[in-house]
């Protein structure tokens, strides 16, 4: 079974709770949405493999550690995930980014896929899968599927805001994915809402209702 890391940095707790505040407004809220995920980059790149070079530094010729060369990708959940891309590529500037686009049918429920866009070599990189809420887990589940249907191997998703609920979800279809949570939340609502959450993420960057 994948891990589930919540995050317990005093800068994240501190920061979502102004994320969380219906008080705050789309531009301070975005800002934050992207400190919150490059502070999340570091921890879920924390595995990263290194290896060994010789730089000179101005005293001397000496032997330190780089990143191995892995690839990386960004693949945010349209439309919401796009809040967490920059921040992520403060710290993995390198890292190429792709898309995917869900709705859900409304006779079935299930998603379905509108839009997927990904690199070229998907199957040779660590894919790092952005969706700020997961509520039923239903999109990051679909959305994961659609990446290993296209031959991504080795994929994490990242999560502002977790219910119980849609990690469940994840992990009983995708027991090979890494979570990482800003929060894990109570619940979800009778409308499929985190409680307490933060509301419509989407609409909350984007200023839409």
């Not at 980059?41 to 990263?48: H, K």
């Amino acid at each position: 079974m994948g891990k589930v890391t919540e995050m317990n940095h005093p800068l994240i707790k501190h920061k979502l709770t102004f994320i969380r505040d219906i008080n705050t407004g789309a531009k301070e809220f975005r800002e934050m949405v992207k400190e919150v995920s490059m502070l999340m980059a570091y921890e879920v790149t924390r595995d990263l493999p290194l290896e060994e070079i010789e730089v000179e530094t101005p005293i001397q010729k000496t032997k330190s550690q780089v990143i191995s060369g892995k690839k990386l990708g960004i693949v945010p959940i349209l439309r919401a995930g796009l809040g967490m891309v920059e921040g992520m590529l403060n710290l993995l500037p390198a890292a190429k980014v792709g898309h995917v686009g869900l709705y859900r049918d409304p006779e079935t429920l299930e998603p379905v896929e509108y839009y997927c866009k990904l690199p070229s070599d998907v199957e040779e990189r660590d894919l790092i899968v952005l969706d700020p809420m997961l509520a039923t887990g239903g999109s990051a589940k679909a959305a994961i599927q659609f990446l290993k249907d296209r031959g991504a191997t080795a994929i994490k998703l990242a999560c502002l805001i977790a219910a119980p609920e849609g990690i469940k979800v994840v992990q009983d279809a995708h027991p090979d994915v890494d979570i990482y949570v800003g929060a894990i939340d109570e619940k979800l609502n009778d409308h499929a809402y985190i409680v307490p959450g933060l509301g419509d993420a989407g609409d909350r960057l984007f200023g839409t209702k």
